[in-house]
């Protein structure tokens, strides 16, 4: 037994060891489940939840946007999209089958959705329409024990009532791109549907009206599905905001233009409001939030009056003849002219070589500054030009609001041209000749102004010299609470009160009087006539031998080459109270062309009397439309 | 089949066989099983189903058969040793014929109500045929080197065939048992350091006959971050659920790395990690002591043992018990590759749960069986 005891013996010494082992081992397990768990606990903490928990946005409902007596111009529509999710649908095409019996379904979509169906995690709502109408959201809800995975899903999308009547004030939304994630870092832009201003008041505002995210964390597994939501932070929906503009006026100025293309600007001479705005031919921006083809795209873009450009602020023309009221002003100024001195028009000046021709062939014979606006006589103004020089008339013309931009809320305003001696060596590094003094005395040559300038000119005439400033916006109004815009006080230009009495009363006569270039288009109501001033551009060079012959009627032009009608106006005589400035591109001549348009915008500008009527706010105080 | 001399005392009556069970050994075992089927419970949310409710069956069986096997008489197994190791050994070659593919390797053998995985067979059979050839040697021979050459054979031809399933967890189990059953029989250590010397030299052969998804793992296993999405996805995420578990846990039910699936495998080779977010560093120290507690009695009750079958039996028994545990935490916390080895009487299987009570019933037969005396070869009495 002895060797019996030495190989236990050996044995027990042979096990301890084992189990001394055994010990070591488990407290180096232990040791290391320290190190993680206690001593580098937080930073798997952080990974765990990071592993676990989602940040979703919760896009805020966009602010609205209404007109002066608060009717919506760009407001949210609840989008019903029909989703269909794979895991729920067990069979897809089935599905697809089943749906297609109660809605149409287009073949692209369909095999839109079948393709998204094999790239995707099973448990990802597939869209399979948007827009559906009531009909179709009430065909799937009442079919839906029968439609597993089958949903509606509520999203939101913006809605123009009015689009074509107001896009180039209201503007568009559109998706996001490159260059508008590099201005902001709100991560609102980041979401696949977001819709951010692209144009008009949407762009200008967009700040404002797009309100603040929500958020919502909420906790998914492995593959991303969600479990549970953890907490919830709502956002702050958009302000909504007034413009000043009267739709149905709007919508009376857009009609009136008909056929032709043109701009038109109605506001309150005193407080700067624009009333109307209007730029045609239009489009419907309701075509870029629900999609645009390529060829409506390509129709927009090549079509040859411009839909897309807003002339009322970018459009920039030759002011022709309604500048004269800024030469007269000029000349009063200056002391150079009496108003009541004559000068001689026989049909045309001539300066050095050039013969500067006068409208009217055989001339007007005896004219002072009344009757020369009046009858618009050339003669006169490259008389009275000539005197004043063109340093005093580009700083009437900068007094009045031209070659600036007027900064008014919309993107894409264009700042005209008022062209000096400075200006010209610079440009064109030539100097300033004689002649071209006498062409702006005639409002035309470089000058350029949009017809948002011409209206404010015409508005600072008629209120008797205010440097009243055009403005587009009434109010905010957020949390239901209207926010007013601060008040403007606009400052006195330092005009003479009897030379503009003698301006004024040119414009009357055109208007007033049988020999007015606008006489025609007078309002025969006393309580609500109007004075103006004609303009007609010439957008071809006249050859000296067609002067000769006569000149060939705007009618017998093709479009292209006929006269720009521009006309400028405001009413009433006494105590006026509107303004407009109408251009008529190609449309002939501003006495028989825009001073008709003029006249019936200022007679329905006069009934409806926007200015005067009560604005009732608390109309517009109504809760968003939400999701 | 020869018989060996068993002492006078043999013959213990049932009941007094059941008196000298090691009861606090078995409430141990009890324990642990326990708390395997609290976390099989989490691991399906709080549901018994799928795997607690089974859980339990395969445990109350298992309980059973390691009372049966640690009741029967010592001499039965001794004389039944080389009987089940050629057994076992002949299934491991079924499988390699016959065996269903599961889960990418060749393991088991589908008997209706069991599928039967010879490795797990073969775990508990090497021991037993080492424990009886070391029985036989007498102290003159255990010096010898030829001695070890017939169980140096007993332990390569199974490791090799389940290394090639693959199985390489079971592979390594296999081989680190047998050896230390050679160090407990009497092989120098210094020897051992030589046959340790020329395994990692056999290291780039062994990587040729390794699987590409064996190579991947010992790859991500030094380098886990390098790639967090695609092979080390796993370690890393377990890493997450440890380490975000901190010193008490995220809570019963509450593990969200478990939870939210970024787990793997979480009711059975990965439950230690949701053992570790759920209930913390002292719920996990406190079951790591539970399995301690098992093999250091195991220890004791081997060495208290009055023949040499028995300790050796006991000893290779609460090894082999000892380093499944170590190997599948090791592994879980990073520490060494994923080898694919489930938690004992933890992880859902009942192949596993029942191949471990006859372990652990085979370690109680020594405890009861501790005063017999075996004769060292049959019919002679030295």
């Known amino acids: ?627 | 089949m020869a018989q060996f001399e068993v002492s006078s005392r043999q013959g213990y009556r049932i009941a007094e066989r059941l008196l000298r069970l090691d009861w606090f050994l078995i409430v141990l075992v009890c324990t642990v099983g326990a708390v395997g089927i609290g976390m099989l419970i989490s691991a399906s949310g709080g549901s018994t189903e799928p795997w607690a409710a089974r859980q339990m069956v395969w445990f109350g069986a298992g309980l059973l058969l390691m009372i049966a096997v640690a009741t029967a008489d010592i001499g039965f197994w001794l004389r039944a040793a080389y009987t089940i190791y050629g057994l076992a050994f002949g299934l491991l070659v079924g499988v390699e014929l016959l065996g269903a593919a599961g889960k990418g390797a060749q393991r088991w053998i589908d008997l209706g109500v069991i599928q039967l995985q010879p490795s797990e067979l073969m775990k508990i059979a090497l021991i037993l045929a080492l424990a009886r050839y070391f029985h036989g040697v007498p102290l003159e021979g255990i010096g010898r080197i030829r001695t070890y050459l017939p169980p140096l054979l007993m332990i390569l031809a199974p490791a090799a065939l389940i290394l090639r399933q693959p199985d390489l967890g079971t592979a390594l189990l296999l081989a680190l048992g047998g050896a230390i059953m050679l160090f407990l029989a009497g092989l120098k250590a210094w020897k051992i350091g030589v046959a340790v010397v020329l395994a990692l030299g056999s290291g780039p052969v062994v990587w040729q006959f390794l699987h590409e998804y064996q190579r991947a793992r010992i790859l991500t296993f030094f380098n886990p971050e390098a790639d967090p999405l695609g092979a080390g996805y796993h370690i890393l995420q377990s890493k997450i659920a440890l380490g975000s578990g901190g010193l008490f846990g995220k809570g019963y039910l509450q593990g969200t790395q478990s939870h939210l699936n970024f787990l793997p495998e979480k009711q059975t080779d990965f439950i230690f990690t949701m053992m570790a977010e759920e209930l913390g560093f002292f719920g996990v120290a406190g079951v790591l002591l539970l399995y301690l507690g098992i093999a250091t009695y195991g220890v004791v009750i081997s060495a208290r043992s009055n023949n040499h079958f028995g300790r050796l039996l006991g000893m290779g028994i609460t090894v082999t018990f000892f380093f499944h545990v170590f190997f599948n935490v090791a592994m879980v916390i990073g520490l060494i590759p994923i080898v694919g080895l489930p938690l004992p009487l933890i992880s859902y299987g009942g192949s596993a749960m029942l191949s471990l009570m006859l372990g652990l019933g085979l370690l109680l037969c020594v405890g009861v069986h501790r005063d017999v005396i075996i004769t060292r070869r049959p019919g002679s009495a030295g």
């Open chain 1, 1 to 627: 037994m002895r060797g019996e005891t030495g190989r236990a013996n050996l044995f027990t010494r042979r096990a301890v060891i084992v189990g001394g082992a055994q010990a070591l081992l488990t407290a180096g397990l232990a040791g290391r489940l320290y190190q993680l768990q206690v001593v580098e606990s937080e930073r798997y903490q952080v990974l765990a939840d990071e592993n676990r928990i989602n940040m979703q946005l919760l896009p805020p409902a966009r602010g609205r946007i209404f007109d002066r007596f608060g009717q919506v111009l760009a407001e949210n529509r609840l989008n019903y999209r029909l989703v269909v999710v794979p895991e729920a649908a067990l069979n897809l095409e089935r599905a697809l089958d089943e749906i297609a019996a109660l809605v149409p379904i287009e073949d692209h979509d369909r095999d839109r959705v079948l393709r998204e169906a094999s790239r995707k995690q099973r448990f990802v709502p597939i869209t399979v329409r948007e827009n559906l109408n009531w009909d179709e959201v009430s065909q799937i809800e009442v079919n839906a024990p029968d439609l597993p995975g089958v949903m509606i899903d509520v999203g939101s999308r913006r809605l123009y009532t009015f689009g074509r009547d107001t896009v180039h004030i209201v503007g568009y939304v559109g998706a996001v791109n490159e260059s508008d994630l590099e201005l902001t870092d709100d991560p609102l832009l980041t979401l696949p549907d977001f819709r951010i201003g692209k144009n008009g008041a949407e762009k200008v505002l967009e700040s404002s009206l797009r309100g603040e995210a929500g958020s919502r964390q909420v906790e998914v597994n492995a593959y991303g599905r969600v479990i549970r939501e953890l907490s919830r932070r709502t956002g702050r929906p958009g302000d909504d905001h007034v413009l000043t503009v009267d739709l149905g006026l709007q919508q009376y100025v857009s009609a009136r233009f008909g056929e032709e293309s043109g701009s038109a600007v109605v506001l309150d001479v005193h407080s700067g409001e624009i009333l109307a705005l209007a730029s045609v031919p239009s489009y419907d921006p309701n075509m870029f939030t629900s999609g645009i083809s390529q060829r409506q795209w390509r129709e927009l873009i090549s079509h040859p009056r411009f839909p897309l450009s807003n002339k009322s602020i970018a459009g920039q023309y030759s002011p022709g003849s309604t500048f004269k009221m800024i030469v007269a002003l000029a000349a009063l100024e200056s002391g150079e002219v009496s108003p009541y001195h004559r000068f001689y028009c026989n049909g045309s000046l001539k300066l050095g070589k050039r013969r500067f021709r006068c409208w009217r062939r055989y001339g007007h014979g005896h004219v002072a500054m009344v009757q020369g606006l009046m009858e618009s006589c050339d003669v006169y103004f490259y008389e009275v030009a000539k005197r004043v020089g063109i340093d005093r008339i580009a700083a009437m013309s900068e007094r009045f609001g031209f070659g600036n931009k007027l900064d008014i809320e919309l993107p894409g305003e264009k700042p005209g041209l008022v062209p000096t001696r400075e200006w010209k060596l610079a440009m064109i590094g030539e100097p300033w000749q004689g002649g071209e003094t006498l062409v702006v005395g005639i409002g035309q040559g470089y000058l350029l102004t949009t017809p948002l300038q011409l209206a404010v000119m015409v508005a600072r005439i008629a209120n008797g010299g205010i440097a009243v400033e055009p403005r587009l916006l009434a109010e905010a109004i957020r949390d239901g609470q209207p926010v007013p815009r601060e008040s403007e006080s606009f400052a006195p230009m330092g005009l003479s009160p009897a030379h503009l009495d003698i301006v004024r009363k040119g414009m009357n006569f055109v208007v007033n009087e049988p020999k007015g270039t606008a006489y025609r288009a007078r309002i025969e109501e006393p309580a609500l006539a109007m004075a103006g001033k004609t303009g007609s551009v010439q957008v071809r060079r006249i050859s000296e031998r067609e002067h000769r012959t006569g000149v060939i009627k705007n009618e017998d032009r093709p479009w292209e080459e006929r006269d720009h009608a521009l006309f400028v106006a405001y009413a009433p005589l006494e105590r006026p109270r509107y303004g407009v400035a109408v251009v008529v591109e190609h449309g002939g001549s501003g006495g028989s062309v825009a001073a008709p348009i003029a006249r019936d915008i200022l007679r329905e500008v006069q009934r409806r009397d926007p200015s005067s009527r009560a604005r009732n706010l608390e109309a517009l105080i109504r809760p968003h439309e939400t999701a």
